[in-house]
T-cell receptor, first 112, second 110 residues
Framework: SQTIHQWPATLVQPVGSPLSLECTVE??????LYWYRQAAGRGLQLLFY??????ISSEVPQNLSASRPQDRQFILSSKKLLLSDSGFYLC???????????FGPGTRLTVL | GEDVEQSLFLSVREGDSSVINCTYT??????LYWYKQEPGAGLQLLTY?????DMKQDQRLTVLLNKKDKHLSLRIADTQTGDSAIYFC??????????FGKGTRLSVIA
């Protein structure tokens, strides 16, 4: 069966520091991969999605970037964090058939 | 593109039925989804319905789809305190990623 992992689970970072969040999927190949941000009490904001290695679509211009160095690995990065980057970051995958997305457990990021 | 709207809050008493409503704009949506998010967790797929169906039932969950009005609902029978969560409606219209509503926070009062 397929599983999706995210780490770290929680992260506290100072403003201006770099960021790297990792997402990996097991049990499937060539998945579509997604990064979402959920601010406190709000809905999901799609940040990036990828349909293959090295293929990244950005939905919202900001100081974040995404990379897909391997088929089942999706990384969310920033060179300099802002206070407004605080939130709950969710990774998801989908593959074949309907566009059903399956979510990871999320990373809680607090920027101080 | 697709736009999905939901009411933000719903409060029900334990044992009653809950009905969470959602409207969408893209009539070409092929699949419509319901996800559940418990505090501090990711989203869990509850169920989905294909656009050529009117109803889908799965144990305590009933999904109703009115394509004419572009209205989707999720009914939870015999609501329990463990059903307290945020429920997201989402639509898919082909090659674009799912579009999610802002979520309905369900509070179950014991």
């Amino acid at each position: 069966s397929q599983t999706i992992h995210q780490w770290p689970a929680t992260l506290v970072q100072p403003v201006g520091s770099p960021l790297s969040l990792e997402c990996t999927v097991e049990g499937t190949s060539n998945p579509n991969l997604y990064w979402y941000r959920q601010a406190a009490g709000r809905g999901l904001q799609l940040l990036f999605y990828s349909v293959g290695i090295g293929q990244i679509s950005s939905e919202v211009p900001q100081n974040l970037s995404a990379s897909r160095p391997q088929d089942r690995q999706f990384i969310l990065s920033s060179k300099k964090l802002l206070l407004s980057d605080s939130g709950f970051y969710l990774c998801a995958w989908s593959g074949g058939g309907p566009d059903t997305q399956y979510f990871g457990p999320g990373t809680r990021l607090t920027v101080l | 593109g697709e736009d999905v709207e939901q009411s933000l809050f719903l409060s029900v008493r334990e044992g009653d039925s809950s009905v969470i409503n959602c409207t969408y704009t893209d009539s070409s949506s092929t699949y419509l989804y319901w996800y559940k998010q418990e505090p501090g967790a990711g989203l869990q797929l509850l169920t989905y319905i294909f656009s050529n169906m009117d109803m889908k039932q799965d144990q305590r969950l009933t999904v109703l789809l009115n394509k004419k009005d572009k209205h989707l609902s999720l009914r939870i029978a015999d609501t329990q305190t463990g059903d307290s969560a945020i429920y997201f409606c989402a639509g898919s219209s082909g090659n674009t990623p799912l579009v999610f509503g802002k979520g309905t926070r369900l509070s179950v009062i014991a």
